[in-house]
């Protein structure tokens, strides 16, 4: 019950990325005929990602994981532009946020059901503005953000520097990384002038990940070497990595449709026999939210206790992100949605994914209702 912490390799993925281990291990930049095979590899992957973000293949950068790819975005965006800030949704993966930190930040309000307030966004850009990252989907409570209203009010204010001759320029990034299962990746539809893709959030290997940037935005280097990557991220290429990353999303793309209403109905049957429960909260929207994730509080309980009785009785998740978890630090998420510390505390997040069963839903609401009880 915890896929938004990681997803199996599915089997077709590592079908795809078996003959890159030991057969085609040649190094892409080399200028044999063997090599120039393994270069056409990637290539032809890096078509197949552009593919499904409607982008050109020159857009496309691969790199070590959506961490990267969130520090490459931030990073790579700020250096280039001295005294600029950049604004970031209070309710951001850590990653986002700690890259945040080292630039002139502002953190943006969020709705109780952990959406932004696009008036107080309005409000936040100055002139100083240069970049804006709002995740797609929250990792946590699994609120989809209205991205369509953030990016035209990102159009809008692009129109008024120009007529103010302000050069400066406004960029949107978003970190899509739990969104790639069950949601559109197009780039002009989002709107989104940088987006952040997780292989191992999608069924694909850990440490794989996608930033797309679109064509004429400039990048300070994230690693310096051999130019590799468009210049941004020198080193030879993981190769497997990169082949693997393109299966699983051509996966997850192409499969979507069915992934969201399995998903679903999983969820809504785990939300129905868990809220027969007294005192059971469910946080987030319930109108925009990942078909998959369902976060829980019940206030007062012991949530890490939880969770340990959980994982004696057979049953993985978590109180929220893993990251967060790690820390053992109070979930930003749910700070900023307004729960207080008995809800925080007493809090659960439980996701479905590809292998989950009906079965094993009924299964684990019958194990965690009885914890809970035991606990409460």
């Known amino acids: 019950m915890d896929y938004a912490a990681a997803t199996p390799l599915d089997k077709r993925v590592m079908a795809a990325m ?50 990267e790819s969130i520090n490459m975005a931030i990073n790579g965006i700020m250096q280039k532009h001295d005294g600029a800030n950049i604004l970031v949704s209070s309710v951001e993966h850590e990653a986002v946020i700690a890259t945040a930190k080292a630039f002139a930040h502002r953190l943006l309000p969020v709705k109780v059901d952990a ?32 991205m369509n209203e953030v990016a035209e ?11 103010q001759n302000n050069n400066l320029p406004l960029y949107l990034h978003t970190d899509a990384s739990q969104a790639a299962c069950y949601l559109d990746l197009h780039a002009s539809r989002l709107g989104a002038d940088l987006i952040t893709l997780n292989g191992g959030k999608m069924y694909g290997p850990k440490q794989s990940g996608v930033l797309f940037v679109a064509g004429g935005i400039e990048l300070a280097p994230l690693i310096a070497g051999g130019g590799q990557e468009m210049n941004l991220r020198s080193g030879t ?10 299966a699983a999303l051509d996966i997850a793309q192409s499969e979507r449709k069915e992934a969201v209403a399995k998903a679903s109905a999983l969820r809504d ?24 994730l369902l976060h829980l509080s019940w206030p007062g309980l012991d949530g890490e206790r939880l969770v340990m009785l959980l994982d004696e009785l057979g049953v993985m998740a978590s109180t929220g992100s893993a990251c967060a978890a790690n820390k053992q630090t109070a979930s930003q998420v749910l700070t900023a949605i307004g729960l207080d510390s008995d809800a925080i505390a007493g809090s659960l997040r439980l996701t479905v994914g590809r292998q989950t069963t009906q079965a094993e839903v009924k299964k684990a609401a019958a194990i965690i209702a009885k914890a809970v009880q035991s606990l409460g």
């Open 18 to 67: 078996q003959p890159f281990f030991s057969d085609q291990f040649y190094n892409p930049s080399s200028a044999y005929q063997s090599a120039k095979a393994v270069r056409q590899a990637v290539n032809d992957a890096r078509v197949r990602v552009a593919h499904w973000l409607g982008a050109k293949p020159a857009e496309v950068i691969f790199t070590a994981g959506a961490t």
């Open 115 to 146: 959406s932004v307030d696009v008036d107080e966004l309005k409000k936040s850009i100055d002139d100083h503005t240069v970049l804006i990252s709002i995740g797609y989907a929250n990792n946590e409570v699994g609120t989809i953000q209205p």
């Open 153 to 163: 009010l990102v159009r809008e204010v692009r129109r008024l520097r120009r007529l």
């Open 237 to 246: 290429e993981n190769v497997p990595s990169i082949i693997g990353l393109a």
């Open 269 to 292: 049957e785990l939300q129905r026999e868990l809220q027969k429960l007294p005192n059971t909260f469910v946080n987030g929207s319930q109108k925009r939210r990942l078909p998959n």
